[in-house]
């Protein structure tokens, strides 16, 4: 095994609809990272078709690693590990980063890791803040997944709450849908929001008040049709608030209590719901009071991006000794 402090790990993440690779030296320099989005191409549909993202996946990744392997001024016989996304996430879409992943580690006769795309997110975090360590409370809300971890250590953790239908995320954009938001919603909601009146529409905050830490966005998405059935001239900007200040107002208090209740000083939070700035300033501020430090990555690092994806590879192998067999298939529904 090469010493992981010169080691160059390959990163592929094709879990949705961005087409990702990048180049780690080590486990926290990322030489380079190319993220190609297929946003554009599912607007038309108002989401992500899963034939669709796999097709495109086929024609683009060969490029974007070859673009990864020239931005990084490495060659792929330099490389010593290749990492791929093998779940969760969509069938299709991972099935062609993993069989890229595994093809190239054949060819080269390096080890090959499958990275579960959750504890990528976290190592989006440790790029950003390598000695940000652990233990810690994490936050993961993107739009697949809303989950609270307790991270002991990096590759320990206690799944303490998951959301019981649509991720926040998710919401987001089917509340965006509604009215004339373009696919993927979040940003505009985020940017109108900041214009709007946040107490102008009365919805609900679903499973704020319950004793555990599991989350429902559904309630919020069905709030939402019902009154723009009786209000369709309502304001974008007002509707963007509204349903912002709900989301805020779930997932900070929620962060927060069970960092707490863990007996956590430390909440990180990730996803590309993290690079929302209203959730940012939110769970700072009110972090803050609680005696909590709230740390996000950098945006770039919240969406789904492959230097994540190679970073927790690079801890699997070097730091754990891990690898995968060429058997490995993906896992649509892997849990972290």
Known sequence: MRDAGVALTLGIETSCDETSAAVLRGETEILSNIVYTQADLHARYGGVVPEVASRNHVVKLPYIVRDALDAAHVEARDLSLVAATYGPGLVGPLLVGVSHAKG???ALGVPFVGVNHLEGHLFGHRLHRPLFEPPFMALIVSGGHTALVDVTRYGEYRVIGSTVDDA???ALDKIGKMVGIGYPAGAEIDRLASIGNPKAIPLPRPMNDSTGFDFSFSGLKTAVL???????REKREDIAASVLASVVDVLTKKGLEATWRFHRTKLVVVGGV???????ERLVQDGEKRGIEVSFPSPSLCTDNAAMIAAAGAFRHFSLGESHPLSLTPDASLSL
Do not use: I
Request: aromatic share 16%.
């Open 104 to 106: 190239m580690a054949f």
């Open 168 to 170: 926040a995320g998710e």
């Open 226 to 232: 019902y009154y723009l059935r009786k209000s369709p």
């Open 274 to 280: 993290a690079a929302n700035q209203h959730l940012r």
